[in-house]
């Protein structure tokens, strides 16, 4: 098991994301990974490239997660508020970050060493803070502008 010390989890200001988005020297799945833990309404727009972890699939194996993500610098969780489920699913993660083995071929004790580990954070407002502001439209896919009028 690894005794590297991860770090908690924290918040990344929308305006923080959008220019990461918009940074072209900056590549999705190696640079950073979006991770939406929202259920079905994923399906009503979600930002740009992100994938769609439901916050129970993530809560119940969060080990797969970081498998798939092994060697992506930075990892960014949300749900629709990022109050509950992002920060939750964000603390899990981390959690199963500080679990990993080394990699496959390597021999523990005789300096094996993992991917450098990730660094987590939870988008401040999630979706619903997301979508509401209009210069950000441009960064998500699918939008459904109707059901964001009263999503519940």
């Known amino acids: 098991m690894s005794t590297e010390s991860v770090s908690e989890p924290t918040f990344i200001e929308p305006s923080t994301l959008v220019t990461l988005l918009q940074d072209p020297s900056k590549k999705p799945g190696i640079d950073y990974v979006i991770v939406d833990v929202r259920g079905d309404d994923f399906a009503n727009g979600n930002i740009r490239g992100a994938i769609n972890v439901p916050s129970h699939e993530l809560l119940n194996n969060p080990g797969d997660l970081v ?51 990730p660094k987590v954070y939870i988008l401040r407002g999630g979706f619903e803070n997301w979508q509401s502001g209009v210069e950000r439209r441009a960064l998500i896919e699918k939008y459904n502008e109707e059901y964001w009028k009263n999503p519940y």
């Open 67 to 117: 498998k798939k993500l092994e060697g992506v610098k930075e990892v960014v969780f949300h749900c629709a508020l990022s109050q509950v489920r992002g920060p939750k699913c964000a603390k899990k993660f981390s959690e199963a970050l500080a679990l990993r083995e080394p990699l496959v071929g390597d021999v523990p004790g005789n300096g094996a060493t993992l991917q450098p580990t």
